[in-house]
């Protein structure tokens, strides 16, 4: 099988020393606990039921090939499984974290002991030889109130091409309430109370049990054991992958749960992150005890040194949105063996993007659930000159992270490093601009290097809109007399485009397959 990113020659390639460095490794630092803190522990995999027949009439919630939802990728096939076990409910400590104490009479079973039932679904190939090794799982996202899959959406042609299984589970007791509605009778085993929200209250307060839950997934496929449904699959590798309120979740694994979680023998559970599209860790416990969220001046808002690596992409709106408030997430990239950590700020991509699928997931999701769509019409959507969603692919880095993620445990092949967003020196901070309004630093790209069109990264003037809609972005393109005056000709421009994505795919930000999307589009652009 190729090699998922393809020629890496003109970096350094660090496969003997850091092969044998990592074998010894040190485990990762922690504070000095309070005497109630929890220490690491081996998590249990969880019960496993499944697969979940499938009809025409019965079938898992977005799953490929039912409904609206597009066909399963060639050479895939995709099952429902159900998994269920107890899970604990957490607060932080100044030290570390501990299991809520006392805990609130509303967790009616306690907040040591939960039990659930959840599902998820699982994407992997038919033949056997087409495996990579490498299986990603993304908590679902339940921003929308019930199951989304922007990983796999944004993704999801990188991950059949590499060969990669992808395991989405059903990760917010919102998202399980949802299910039940949807399908009463195919769902009625799903375990997960939910409460409908309450102003000043607390609309899950189950919801904190989501991060044993995680570990208890990627367990089950890091142990591949009889249960797994990967059992006849050779894994080799686990990794969390997540977007927006999934990439926080993903992120707070990483940066709290990682360190404490563990495989027999005391092996860590993931062997690599990617949390995308989030200002940092998430509340503990979704508001059911103040504890729950990080005091401002924690040092755990930034990614804390863990034995395997993290590869952390940000959008532009992220840091449009965050600046004023410092963005305490940012912190130095590491190569340390015991602190292996990037951040990628992407500037000209957007939170909602029109990404592979991912502008119509919303709309084929509500379709699904037969409930009306809350009002979406952003102010930008459909004015003349405005194109929306944004057309930055912002899905080419995030692909190029997966990859590099791989490399970089299997071969100790660091990637490469970027720029962060520029920000203005005013209080509050904001975005730096250009003279065409985008942004300055980050991860540069032709998009903004060799620039047709401004990227707007929130469209905050939203009348009558959906509260999503600060999170749409948007691009306003060039007339044909400002573009006369950037290029000669179009032979120029689309050089420019070539030599710049070129360097993109010689450093790893890039993949070669999507950088021949990008100059096949400049070839066709009506540029100048």
């Known amino acids: 099988m190729a090699h998922p990113r393809g020629s890496w020659s003109r970096r350094t390639v660090w496969i003997v020393c850091a092969l044998v460095a990592a074998a010894f490794a040190p485990a990762p630092s922690t504070a000095l606990a309070a005497g109630d803190d ?3 522990f081996t998590v249990a995999a969880p019960a496993v039921t499944g697969p979940i027949p499938s009809t025409s009439t019965s079938f898992p919630f977005i799953a490929d090939g039912f409904d609206v939802q597009p066909a399963v990728p060639a050479g895939y096939e995709e099952q429902e499984f159900f998994i269920s076990g107890t899970a604990r409910i957490y607060e932080y400590t100044t030290s570390g974290i501990r299991v809520v104490a006392p805990c609130p009479a509303a967790v009616t079973t306690g907040c040591a002991r939960v039990p659930y039932t959840t599902r998820m679904l699982v994407k992997r190939p038919i033949d056997h030889r087409r495996f990579s090794g ?12 019930f199951d989304l899959a922007p990983v796999w959406d944004r993704s999801r042609s990188y991950l059949v091409d590499t060969g990669d299984v992808f395991v989405g589970w059903t990760s917010k007791s919102v998202a399980v309430n949802a299910l039940k509605g949807w399908d009463p009778a195919r769902y009625a085993a799903l375990n997960w109370p939910y409460a409908p929200f309450v102003p000043g209250g607390n609309s899950g307060v189950f919801d904190g049990i989501t991060f044993d ?5 990627g367990a089950l496929f890091r142990g ?3 249960a797994s449904p990967t059992r006849d699959l050779a894994v080799r590798r686990v990794f969390e992958a997540g977007f927006s309120q999934d990439g926080a979740f993903t992120f707070t694994q990483a940066d709290v749960f990682h360190a404490l979680e563990r495989m027999p023998g005391g092996r860590g559970i993931y062997d690599g992150y990617f949390p995308g599209g989030t200002g940092g860790p998430s509340n503990l416990d979704f508001g059911l005890t103040p504890a729950g969220a990080l005091p401002a001046a924690d040092a755990r808002h930034r990614m804390q040194p863990r034995e395997v690596p993290v590869i ?15 963005l305490p997430y940012r912190r130095p990239d590491s190569d340390r063996l015991d602190d292996r950590y990037r951040l990628w700020e992407v500037p000209g991509g957007s939170h909602v993007d029109s990404g592979e699928g991912i502008d119509n997931i919303g709309l084929d999701a509500q379709e699904l659930l037969r409930m009306p769509a809350p009002s979406n019409n952003c102010v930008h959507m ?5 194109v929306d969603p944004n057309t930055f692919p912002w899905r080419d880095v995030a692909n190029a992270a997966l990859a590099d993620l791989t490399m970089w445990v299997t071969l100790g092949v660091p990637p490469p490093r970027a720029g962060r967003v520029e920000l203005t020196a005013t209080t509050p901070a904001a975005v730096a601009r250009d003279r065409f309004g985008n942004a300055l630093g980050g991860l540069r790209t032709p ?24 999170l749409d972005g948007y691009n306003v393109p060039f007339d044909h007399a400002t573009l006369a005056t950037l290029y000669r000709n179009h032979g120029q421009y689309v050089a420019r485009v070539a030599r710049e994505t070129a360097e993109l795919v010689a450093e790893g930000f890039w993949l070669p397959r999507d950088a021949r999307a990008v100059i096949e589009e400049a070839a066709h652009a009506d540029v100048p």
């Open 134 to 145: 490498t299986v990603v799982v993304e908590p679902l996202n339940p921003s929308a109130g």
């Open 312 to 326: 952390h992409v940000n959008t532009e709106t992220e840091v449009a949105l965050g600046a004023a408030g410092g």
């Open 382 to 386: 459909g004015l003349p000159g405005i």
């Open 38 to 40: 929890v220490t690491p």
């Open 224 to 226: 591949n054991g009889p």
């Open 447 to 470: 998009f903004l290097d060799v620039p047709t069109a401004t990227y707007v990264p929130t469209d905050t003037a939203r009348p009558g809109g959906s509260f999503f809609c600060v």
């Open 213 to 217: 839950i995680a570990a208890q997934v």
